[in-house]
């Protein structure tokens, strides 16, 4: 291993490239990254970063949006088919239809989707400012919100809209259990759960903390308390167990507890040998055809910009 992450080091160096990581990759990927951080980060690290070559350690919308941003730039990405369910599960010629059919609404799409659904998107979100983006139009503007059903559900219950919504979900964060939390929280009474909003409404109900994966960590750090059960993909453990090193963090078991089920399959197709040679041979590369590219780049950089006015 050693050997692998020198190689991958000298690699970086010669093609000056920039490795950026989600923090629901393997803790090998995230300790060699130059950047880890939630989606949002992400993008923002690669909109203003001054290497010649992404490497996106991360799936494939994120690879995505690095190029949308930076169309100049080389995107590489350790495994092409780290796809994400929930982007799938919002086809872009079904969704453009029911866009279609909704003339006056305004769309708002999360992150997680693809570049051709954000081409048909006013505002991208991401969670960590998915409510303040929803919050800065009038209350009554009339929105269709895509494709996460629970986050869209949350912002609904949060904000006292009432946003159409897409009916998607992710396969990672429909799995948690409300019976085995249930069941740890009486094992650790003072313990605090904190869970990721793609999370079904049965679960946020048990939570302590509702946030993106980068509010969760930051929660985690700053709360006196000093046990966690954490209801998102257990690779965020990685970077809480880093920064709290005198703290327990339990990953909420999945229904299925014979499955590594709180493991994003997609995400974890990334490996060290793969980053390895995605760098040596520039390949797999993100491409993003360039007609939808332009319609993208708006929402994504619309996002951006509010998020730079809100300090997020
Ligand atoms: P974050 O925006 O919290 O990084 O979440 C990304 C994601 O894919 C959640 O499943
Ligand atoms: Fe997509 Fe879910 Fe994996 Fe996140 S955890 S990348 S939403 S499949």
Request: aromatic fraction near 6%; glycine fraction near 4%; charge should be negative.
């Amino acid at each position: 291993m050693n050997n692998l992450i020198t190689a991958i080091e000298e690699l970086k160096k010669e093609k000056n490239a920039v490795i950026l990581a989600h923090y629901y990759q393997s803790g090998d990927i995230q300790d060699i990254a130059d950047f880890v951080g939630d989606s949002l980060a992400l993008a923002q690290w690669a909109a203003k970063t001054d290497a010649d070559v992404i490497v996106m350690c991360g799936v494939h919308f994120m690879g995505e949006t690095a190029k949308i941003l930076c169309p100049g730039k080389k995107v590489l990405v350790p495994d092409l088919e780290a796809g994400c369910s929930l982007a799938d599960s919002c086809p872009a010629d079904k969704f453009a239809a029911f866009v279609a059919q909704h003339p006056d609404h305004t769309v708002i799409s999360y992150v997680n989707t693809s570049a051709a659904v954000k081409a048909v998107t006013d505002v991208v979100v991401t969670s960590t400012n998915a409510r303040q983006i929803v919050d800065s139009f009038p209350a009554d503007e009339k929105i269709i919100f895509g494709p996460d059903r629970n986050l869209g559900n949350y912002i609904n219950s949060i904000t006292g809209r009432e946003m159409m919504l897409w009916d998607g979900a992710c396969h990672v964060h429909e799995q948690f259990s409300v019976e085995k939390i249930v069941e740890l929280k009486k094992e650790n009474p003072s313990a605090e759960v904190l869970a990721h909003p793609e999370c079904k409404s049965t679960i946020l109900a048990l939570a302590d903390k509702i946030g993106s994966t980068a509010a969760l960590l930051k929660h985690a750090v700053n709360s006196d308390k000093e046990v966690f059960i954490v209801a998102t993909e257990s690779g965020i453990l990685h970077e809480m167990q880093k920064q709290c090193p005198q703290k327990t963090f339990i990953p909420a078991p999945p229904n299925d507890s014979t499955c590594a089920c709180n493991e994003c399959s997609f995400m974890r197709l990334n490996t060290m040998e793969k980053l390895y040679d995605c760098l040596k041979n520039e390949t797999p590369e993100i491409i993003v055809d360039e007609a939808v590219a332009a319609k993208a780049i708006r929402p994504i950089q619309r996002m951006l910009d509010i998020s730079e006015t809100l300090g997020l």
